[in-house]
Nanobody, 125 residues
């Protein structure tokens, strides 16, 4: 399976910005379907943003216009640029990937099967 290592979490004030990175290795095929999830204390994990290498991108409604997901295929690195952060964005953020994704296949939050260990993002008001 794909190995994923997140970095870039931290603590910022409301309205601040952070960029998360996820270094990936071990893809079985050449396609990419990757995403970011988050889990706030006492809540279920939720998909935040999704991207594949055909250009398909998806965001949950609460982060649209504030978060930007991007993929550097040359570096096998996934990013999440987070702007105008709010206290409700406080959570552990996880990088995820579909280890067996082939270009052109379905890319959905539910197909992601490899996970990083997470990075904590804390937003203070």
């Amino acid at each position: 399976q794909v190995q994923l290592v997140e970095s870039g979490g931290g603590s910022v004030q409301s309205g601040g910005s952070l960029r998360l990175s996820c270094a990936a290795s071990g893809f079985v095929y050449s396609g990419y379907c990757m995403g970011w999830f988050r889990q706030a204390p006492g809540k279920e994990r939720e998909g935040v943003a999704l991207i594949d290498d055909s250009g398909y991108i998806d965001y949950i409604h609460s982060v649209k216009g504030r978060f930007t997901i991007s993929l550097d295929k040359a570096k096998d690195t996934l990013y999440l640029q987070m702007e105008n952060l709010k206290p409700v964005d406080t959570a552990t953020y996880y990088c995820a990937a579909d280890s067996f994704y082939r270009w052109g296949g379905p890319c959905e939050y539910g197909t992601l099967n490899s996970w990083g260990s997470g990075t904590l993002v804390t937003i203070s008001s």
